[in-house]
């Protein structure tokens, strides 16, 4: 799996927009982007996920560049609850393939008020 | 109801001792995972299960087993914990069927190995 890299924190002040970046850009025309966010040592939660084109759903927005060595998780109005750490990943999306999710360090998201 | 239940939820033991941490899902997956997360660093795949009759070895499977007593169990073991065990473990499972590549995780078992 193609490897991330991610700022180690950020700050968004509430009601705010959230943009999170994600570089990318080894990944392989057959890898996905995950996100997925923890809250405080809560387990990790599934975002969203997208191969090229933008995704939105009702969590957040995925902005993929079109030579898809870049994406950005955008949380249009973040709240406090949204404080937590952000994981960006890529990967072969799974089916029939033996291949699992890789977590690195993430980006700390703190939303304040 | 949690659809993915770990337990227990935290435990303190001294070295050498043997420890099992038991995972059960009612999400009906086909697929289950522990991960193993240290102080400010992501989650690391300790195994994987893909199906009953199937274990595999993640990135840091040393000190650590599995097993896989039905479809909705996944247990891993460490026989002779260690300090440098103390993490936060997560079970997750995942759906074959899906196609998303969704995990679903439990809310974690904190481990302290004195």
């Known amino acids: 799996d193609a490897k991330t890299t991610q700022p180690p924190s950020m700050d968004c002040a509430e009601g705010r927009a959230a943009n999170l970046p994600c570089n990318h850009s080894t990944i392989s025309g057959n890898e996905y982007v995950y996100w997925y966010r923890q809250i405080h040592s809560q387990g990790p939660q599934y975002i969203i996920h997208?191969?090229?084109n933008n995704e939105t759903n009702e969590m957040a927005s995925l902005i993929i560049t079109e030579d898809r060595k870049s994406s950005t998780l955008i949380l249009p109005h973040a709240t406090l609850r949204d404080t937590a750490v952000y994981y960006c990943?890529?990967?072969?999306?799974?089916?029939?393939?033996?291949?699992?999710?890789?977590f690195g360090s993430g980006t700390q998201l703190t939303v304040l008020p | 109801d949690a659809d993915v239940t770990q337990t227990p939820r935290n435990r303190i033991t001294k070295t050498g001792k043997r420890i099992m941490l038991e995972c059960s899902q009612t999400k009906g997956h086909d697929r289950m995972y522990w991960y193993r997360q240290d102080p400010g660093l992501g989650l690391r795949l300790i195994y994987y299960?893909?199906?009953?009759?199937?274990?595999n070895k993640g990135e840091i499977s040393d000190g650590y087993s599995v097993s896989r007593q039905a479809q909705a169990k996944f247990s891993l073991s460490l026989e002779s914990a260690i300090p440098n065990q103390t993490a936060l473990y997560f079970c997750?499972?995942?759906?074959?069927?899906?196609?998303?590549?969704?995990?679903?995780f439990g809310e974690g078992s904190r481990l302290t190995v004195l």
């Open positions: 997208g191969l090229k």
């Open positions: 990943i890529v990967r072969v999306s799974y089916s029939g393939s033996a291949r699992q999710l890789t």
């Open positions: 997750a499972t995942s759906d074959r069927q899906a196609h998303t590549g969704e995990l679903f």
């Open positions: 299960s893909f199906d009953v009759k199937d274990i």
